[in-house]
């Protein structure tokens, strides 16, 4: 079974600056995406980033990048300049081709102005 | 309305009361997803429907939960005889077919509904 782990409960940051949430995942496919949704008070879930296992260039969207490792597991997310609106619980996901999401424990991220 | 809704938002119930989660996908998704977020957790498998069909429910905890999507699309999420370990909150997110321009395994979500069985 797939599994998705984040070992960070809670983040901080200073407004402008940079951070990392890292996430691990176990799986025996090859052939798989990993996600990162961003889910503030009103528990609306938002897509912030995706990744295709097969590409080995890392995601980018605005100031949001991913360092993927696969042969490590490994799925990060940094997140650089910090907004308030950055504060949020952001969730690591998994999922194979056309299939349910498995989700991480979630990290709390505080930016702090 | 462009995204995914569901209905009602919030939900008290009384231990033993019955219980139906409404959830309207956005219009032209065939897939559709049901989770269950527990407080400080993060969201857990429950069902998947692609078009009517209900092609997996093992996520479904107990046989009190039953899951519907009969015209493949609005779908509905009833719980018989709520227990107060079914306070949660239920996520329904939808997802376009490949090639129909939007990404593949992309999921949109709706806002949820927090049901807390008293």
């Known amino acids: 079974a797939q599994t998705v782990t984040q070992s960070q409960p809670e983040m901080s940051v200073q407004e402008a600056e940079t951070v990392t949430l890292s996430c691990t995942y176990d799986?025996?496919?090859?052939?798989?995406?990993l996600f990162w949704y961003k889910q503030p008070p009103s528990r609306q879930m938002i897509l912030v980033i995706r990744?295709?296992?097969?590409?080995?260039q890392n995601a980018t969207e605005n100031r949001f990048s991913v360092n993927f490792q696969k042969a490590a597991k490994s799925f990060s997310l940094k997140i650089s300049d910090s907004q308030l609106g950055d504060a949020a619980m952001y969730f690591c996901?998994?999922?194979?081709?056309?299939?349910?999401?498995?989700f991480g424990e979630g990290t709390q991220l505080t930016v702090n102005p | 309305g462009a995204g995914v809704s569901q209905s009602p938002r919030y939900k008290v119930a009384k231990r033993g009361q019955d219980v139906a989660l409404r959830c309207d996908p956005i219009?032209?998704?065939?897939?559709l997803f049901w989770y269950q977020q527990a407080l400080g957790q993060g969201p857990e498998f429950l069902t998947y429907?692609?078009?009517?069909?209900?092609?997996?429910k093992s996520g479904l905890p107990s046989d009190r939960f039953f899951a519907e999507r009969p015209e493949g699309s609005v779908s509905t999420l009833k719980i018989q005889r709520t227990q107060q370990e079914d306070s949660a909150v239920y996520l329904c997110?939808?997802?376009?077919?490949?090639?129909?321009?939007?990404?593949?395994?992309?999921?949109?979500f709706g806002p949820g509904t927090r049901l807390t069985v008293l």
């Open positions: 429907f692609q078009n009517e069909a209900q092609l997996d």
């Open positions: 799986t025996s496919e090859s052939d798989y995406y």
């Open positions: 990744q295709e296992a097969y590409k080995q």
């Open positions: 997110a939808s997802s376009s077919p490949l090639g129909a321009g939007g990404k593949d395994n992309e999921q949109f």
């Open positions: 219009s032209g998704h065939v897939s």
């Open positions: 996901a998994y999922a194979t081709s056309g299939s349910r999401l498995t």
